[in-house]
């Protein structure tokens, strides 16, 4: 067992060197008592030779290659997209004829920007040669036809002519433009503060008491009032399923719930997909009802308009709008009814909306920081203190009535929803919106898509409020209201801030 009891130790070996030899040997086994001095450890101070050094090299050159090509390749994209995009026009929905004067004006813009570009090059190159200095011995004018006294006799010219006519005008627009962005920061300062105040103490719309409970068991539904739901759509092929599937899922009695799916498409394929899911959703039992246009007048004004002048809809009392790529929660319309109750001056209820898809690229998180500040802080502030903000165009709940009285849908502006919380508000109606309540969307992904809805949410502000602009002055609502719709409402949000916006990128900079 001695031999056991022996592992681990440091002892010094003990025996003598052993030699195993074998027939026509050509290599032995020593067993070495000792280091050899040719098998001594290498010191860890000792440099790298020059082989590894040349290998550590080609390595750190081989990184910095794919780096230049990695970069080199980003550059070729961008170049090919702008390619395709700027000069082939591919991927680009082009405006229709209606919109000639736009394509127009951006044709102006467009050589504007290309001759600030070609004046900020000539600029730059002239600074690096020095020519901004007079004192420069290498600045030199010659009426000849060399080209170097040429240059300098068109630098000292453009200067001029910047000096005289350009700088005083571009003063003046920057003054212009900074007094605008102090008025709008202004009013922003005012309602990042009426935030604070309401986080801080914490107020908001609330319900007294659960409106649909009832001792009567048998009787209890009859507190649920009858609501209409609408899904507006037109050609919505991705989302339609989703849509009219989380519509069908909310949580209210069967039989006083309607949902109408408002087709305005007029892709024959896409009207038989919309329609199977109806059908599968009414063998299910749900009261949902398919109503297609054949002729797309007043676009999504004219569908609503169309769809409110049915006979049934006098039997209900409120309308939900939910456009074709919401899907509300099932417990929607129990958050958001029940706040008409024991409150006939109310006549909307506005949800907040919530982005599937604000993390998707750059494009949509800008979109979603841009709407959040809008939902969050304009929204709320203005229905907890002023009772007044534009109607969204969907997630929200009608009082039907109130649409009613406010002369329905109309089809004058792009902007419908707008023109009716206007006129609502106008006849003394009181909005409510619910920071709390969300209902799922998603945001444009492509700058084509931002750039159509973007056109359609701005074409219509200023053209209602010529429209609207006497009645506001006539109406019986207060001054202070007034001041607010007139000034607040449509000259600072939507005609101040777009314009120092444009004036500023577009003019100034360049």
């Known amino acids: ?234 050609n919505e092929r991705e989302v339609y399923e989703l849509s009219i599937s989380a519509v069908c899922q909310l949580d209210w009695p069967k039989d006083r719930l309607l949902i109408q799916v408002l087709d305005d498409s007029d892709d024959k394929s896409i009207q038989k997909l919309i329609k199977a899911e109806v059908s599968k959703w009414r063998q299910q039992g749900i009261n949902i009802i398919f109503r297609h246009r054949s002729i797309r007048t007043g676009y999504k004004a004219g569908n609503l308009n169309s769809a409110m002048s049915c006979d049934y809809v006098k039997d209900y009392e409120f309308v939900a709008i939910f456009d074709a790529d919401f899907q509300p929660t099932t417990d929607f319309l129990k958050q958001t009814v029940p706040h008409f109750k024991d409150n006939p001056e109310i006549g909307l209820v506005q949800a907040r909306w919530a982005f599937v898809n604000k993390d998707e690229n750059l494009l949509t998180r800008l979109q979603n920081i841009n709407l959040c500040y809008h939902f969050e802080i304009e929204q709320q502030v203005n229905g907890l203190f002023q009772n007044f903000f534009g109607f969204n165009g969907t997630a929200g709940v009608w009082r039907i009535k109130a649409l009613e009285e406010s002369g329905g849908w109309l089809e004058r502006t792009t902007v419908e929803d707008m023109d009716i919380a206007v006129r609502a508000h106008l006849n003394g109606w009181k909005f409510i919106y619910l920071n709390d309540v969300k209902v799922l969307c998603e945001v444009p992904e492509s700058f084509e898509a931002h750039r159509k809805q973007q056109h359609r949410w701005h074409s219509g502000p200023m053209q209602l409020f010529r429209l609207c602009l006497p009645s506001v002055i006539t109406s019986k609502i207060s001054i202070w209201k007034k001041a607010n719709l007139i000034f607040l409402f449509f000259l600072l949000r939507k005609l101040i801030l777009p314009f120092y916006s444009f004036t500023l990128f577009c003019v100034i900079l360049p």
């Open 1 to 234: 067992m001695a031999p056991f009891f022996g592992w681990g130790t440091k002892d010094s070996p003990k025996g003598t060197p052993v030699v195993v030899k074998m027939e026509n040997p050509n290599f032995s086994i020593v067993e070495i008592d000792g280091p050899d001095a040719a098998f001594k450890a290498v010191e860890k101070s000792r440099g790298k030779n020059a082989k590894q050094v040349r290998w550590v090299l080609l390595l750190k050159a081989n990184r910095a290659v794919g780096c230049v090509s990695w970069l080199a390749s980003i550059l070729w994209a961008v170049l090919g997209t702008i390619k395709k995009r700027l000069i082939f026009r591919q991927g680009v929905v082009l405006a229709s004829e209606k919109l000639g004067k736009g394509k127009l004006l951006f044709k102006i813009i467009k050589v504007f920007l290309v001759i600030s570009l070609l004046i900020l090059a000539f600029e730059v190159l002239a600074y690096l040669k020095g020519w901004h200095y007079f004192e420069n011995p290498d600045l030199y004018i010659r009426h000849t036809s060399d080209v170097q006294g040429l240059s300098h006799l068109v630098y000292v010219s453009w200067l001029e002519f910047r000096a005289d006519y350009i700088a005083p005008f571009v003063q003046s627009l920057s003054t212009f433009c900074v007094v605008l962005f102090l008025i709008q920061s202004v009013d922003r300062m005012l309602l990042c503060l009426g935030c604070l105040y309401i986080r801080f103490k914490k107020i908001k719309p609330t319900i007294s008491e659960d409106p649909f409970k009832s001792d009567d068991i048998e009787g209890s539904l009859d507190n649920y009032p009858m609501v209409l739901v609408q899904i507006p759509m037109c």
